[in-house]
């Protein structure tokens, strides 16, 4: 007896591990993630599309898993838009971007392009990094964001490459700016630099000891590697973290601690210093900072603020005034502006304090598919499905405890034939337009 209760839990400590939050981006009123079984899940607006649900749910206050597949390895989203790579290197969008020529109901292979190392996305435009070291753009190109080069290329539907360089090692672009690192050590910009505007990269500065870059609202954060975090650009909000409102074109090393992270959002940055703390600044009227407080007479954050989450979260700057936080246990948590439900948590408003988007229960929860069970429970052959609210499933999946998908039946189906599996512990997801369910079984 005692050998069968350690197996369950291990079997559901395992399963929960690869169920958990791997990677999470945003959109301006959506947020797309990964799970560490390679599903892709999302929530809030989708009005145009941009999560690949039916057109007849423009909202998802939780997250939904788009599809089955679980061969995804990276996501990111832009205003009305979302872009997912398979682990294939095929790359893949749904929504609407007519300046990147998506326009599509469901995520669909946009162009052949398969050597992406890494992509970002921003509200109209994406930048890929190839694994050739090459950087490529796509997408408006109204202010130079594509640094191309080009002052009369409005836009460009199909990925071209900037320049001839092939020793790119990262890149993050913004709303109105791009910022990368070589693998020289260099930092490059583009785009408007606060009051300037760059159509190809030009070099910050003359250094070569740069590590990591990240681009924000008319604001930019860098650290070298000696750990010295610089901020330059727009301070709207005191965004550049040193106390002040003044602006500044040129990078600045803020204090003298030592940084091994930084993410700059919209007026917003958050940073995790070399003892693993993490630190806000900036904008908080959204509560996007974390620290708890919101609201029209909170005040602006002008110097870095410690954040209350133990030790391992690392910061992801959302497009919607609001941040993410997520650590190496697949915990995720968000906080900031909560349009159409993009905090995950099944409320609308304001979330000042990082609230959970639980990985394992968040489908278990939803409401418009409780009353949805199984029986008998365990079965040795017939799993029957007894849909008490007449839902309209779409598809049901059946997982292993490793997140091996087993079984796959569409339509509504009132029960399973589980005669073929080995004996043990299984989930099965069902999706519906309404939402979806996990419910779990064993199979004896």
Not at 119 to 146: E, Q, Y
Not at 355 to 362: E, R, Y
Request: aromatic letters at 10%; proline letters at 3%.
């Amino acid at each position: 007896m005692r050998k069968l209760l350690l197996f369950v839990l291990i079997t559901i400590t395992f399963q929960l591990k690869a169920q958990c939050w791997k990677q999470v981006k945003s959109g301006t009123s959506h947020v797309v993630a990964l799970k560490e079984d390679g599903t892709l899940w999302g929530w809030g607006n989708n009005s145009m599309h941009q999560l690949g649900m039916p057109a007849d749910k423009s909202v998802y206050t939780i997250p939904v898993q788009n599809g089955n597949d679980s061969h995804w390895i990276a996501v990111d989203a832009g205003f009305n838009y979302t872009l997912a790579q398979k682990d294939d290197g095929t790359l893949w969008a749904t929504g609407t971007c007519s300046e990147m020529g998506i326009n599509s109901t469901v995520l669909s292979q946009v162009n052949t392009i398969t050597d992406i190392k890494s992509f970002s996305c921003a509200p109209k435009h994406t930048l890929l990094l190839k694994t050739d070291g090459t950087l490529w753009a796509w997408g408006d190109n109204t202010i130079g964001v594509l640094g191309i080069g080009s002052e009369t290329t409005s836009e460009s539907l199909f990925p071209i490459q900037i320049g001839t360089d092939n020793n790119w090692k990262s890149v993050s672009t913004s709303i109105d700016h791009a910022l990368a690192v070589k693998y020289d050590g260099t930092l490059w910009e583009w785009g408007m630099n606060n009051t300037n505007i760059n159509y190809s990269p030009v070099q910050v500065g003359t250094d070569h000891n740069w590590q990591e870059a990240s681009a924000g609202l008319r604001c930019s954060a860098a650290i070298k590697n000696d750990g010295t975090l610089w901020t330059w650009g727009a301070n709207n909000f005191g965004v550049l973290g040193n106390g002040t409102t003044l602006s500044d074109d040129t990078p600045l090393q803020l204090g003298t601690d030592t940084w091994q992270y930084i993410q700059a959002g919209y007026f917003i940055m958050h940073g995790v210093k070399a003892n693993g703390t993490l630190w806000g600044w900036g904008q908080n009227e959204q509560g996007g900072i974390g620290n708890g407080l919101s609201g029209s007479n909170t005040p602006t954050v002008y110097l870095p603020v410690l954040i209350n989450l133990e030790q391992g979260f690392m910061p992801y700057a959302l497009k919607m005034f609001g941040t993410a936080f997520l650590n190496d246990q697949g915990i995720l948590k968000i906080c900031g502006e909560n349009i159409d439900g993009s905090a995950g948590t099944g409320t609308f408003g304001v979330v000042p304090v990082p609230s959970t988007v639980d990985c394992n229960i968040a489908n278990l929860k939803n409401y418009n598919l409780s009353q949805l069970t199984l029986y008998p429970n365990p079965t040795s052959n017939i799993l029957h499905l007894a849909n008490a609210e007449n839902v309209n499933i779409e598809n049901i999946t059946v997982t292993d405890i490793t997140g091996k998908t087993v079984l796959i039946k569409n339509g509504n189906i009132p029960q399973l034939d589980m005669q073929q599996l080995p004996n043990g512990m299984y989930f099965l997801n069902i999706t519906a337009v309404e939402g979806s369910n996990n419910l779990k079984f064993i199979k004896q």
